[in-house]
């Protein structure tokens, strides 16, 4: 891990292009449920409905004034679903456990009324169940399914 300054950051509409970036990455569309590629125009719509919407939250992780990974969270209630994704070149030195420890500190304080926040992770994707199993979350049940 670097040596900087290390924080999150709340996203902003500046951020637009950056996220369409790292959400077209080949590795970031093989983990994601969807794995179509995104089409800019309709990027821009979800982001900006995004922003603005109160049962969402985007932060990004910042290393002093370096973004290296996003991640966010869709609110239901009491419960919060995370997502988050680490660029390219930050991959594999640990940044995925430390923002999903950090994004938890700042939900805890934005969003006190949370009460569980749950993540789904493709059963390949090795590295973010480590993630966040490094960081206490329990896996809750195995889903399966079948084409027909």
């Known amino acids: 891990m670097a040596n900087g ?4 950051r709340k996203a902003s509409i500046e ?3 950056l996220l369409f970036e790292w959400a077209n990455d080949e590795v970031t569309r093989a983990n994601s449920f969807n794995t179509d590629k995104i089409e800019y125009e309709s990027h821009v719509k979800w982001f900006e409905a995004l922003i603005n919407n109160k049962h969402r939250a985007q932060y990004i992780l910042m290393i002093d004034e370096n973004p290296i990974g996003q991640v966010r969270f869709d609110i239901d209630g009491d419960v919060a679903e995370i997502g988050y ?6 991959r594999g030195k640990g940044y995925g456990k430390l923002i999903i420890e950090l994004a938890v500190s700042m939900l805890k304080n934005e969003f006190p009324n949370i009460e569980k926040i749950v993540a789904k992770v493709k059963v390949e994707n090795i590295s973010s169940s480590k993630c966040f199993f490094n960081n206490n979350f329990q896996q809750d049940y195995i889903q399966y399914s079948l084409d027909v």
């Not at 300054?5 to 999150?8: A, G, H, R, V």
């Not at 994704?85 to 930050?90: A, C, D, H």
């Open 5 to 8: 300054k290390i924080y999150l």
């Open 15 to 17: 951020d637009c292009d």
């Open 85 to 90: 994704s680490i660029q390219k070149s930050s």
